[in-house]
C-alpha cells in the first residue's frame, strides 16, 4: 500500500506525519491543501509589571491564598484552582511581593490568565 503525508497543528505546532492504508476498501476523502502556516495563537495577557503566575489550564478559581503586599517565596501555595473537577493547588515559581491579584474566588480563567503578579 502507498503511504500518504499529511501535516498536523497540535497547540499550535506543525507536525508531518505519513500514514499508510492498511486495510478497508472505504472511500478515501480528496486530499485538502494545508495552510502555509498555523493560525497566529492569541497572546496570553501579560503583566504591567513584575512576572505573573499564570493558570496552567482553564478552570475556577476556588481560593486566593495570598494578599497584596505579601512576601511570598518559590514553592508557596498562591491559590487553588479547580480544573477538570480536580483542586490543583497553583505554587509560586520564584519570590517576590504580591503586587497585584487580578481574579477572585469564583472566577473562570482560562490557560494563562494572570493568576497573581509579583514585583
Known amino acids: 500500500m502507498a503511504t500518504r503525508k499529511f501535516k498536523i497543528t ?14 478497508g476498501s472505504a472511500p478515501v476523502a480528496a486530499p ?5 502556516s498555523p493560525p497566529p495563537q492569541a497572546a496570553a495577557p501579560q503583566a504591567a509589571s513584575g512576572n505573573s503566575i499564570v493558570a496552567p489550564m482553564p478552570g475556577k478559581v476556588i481560593s486566593v491564598k495570598v494578599s497584596k503586599g505579601q512576601q511570598i517565596n518559590a514553592g508557596d501555595t498562591v491559590l487553588i484552582l479547580e480544573a477538570m473537577k480536580m483542586e490543583q493547588e497553583i505554587k509560586a515559581t520564584s ?3 504580591v503586587v497585584d491579584i487580578p481574579v477572585s474566588d469564583g472566577d473562570t480563567v482560562t490557560k494563562n490568565q494572570p493568576l497573581i503578579v509579583l514585583g
Open 95 to 97: 519570590s517576590g511581593s
Open 32 to 36: 485538502q491543501a494545508a495552510p502555509s
Open 10 to 23: 497540535i497547540d499550535g505546532k506543525v507536525f508531518e506525519a505519513e500514514v499508510e492504508e492498511i486495510g
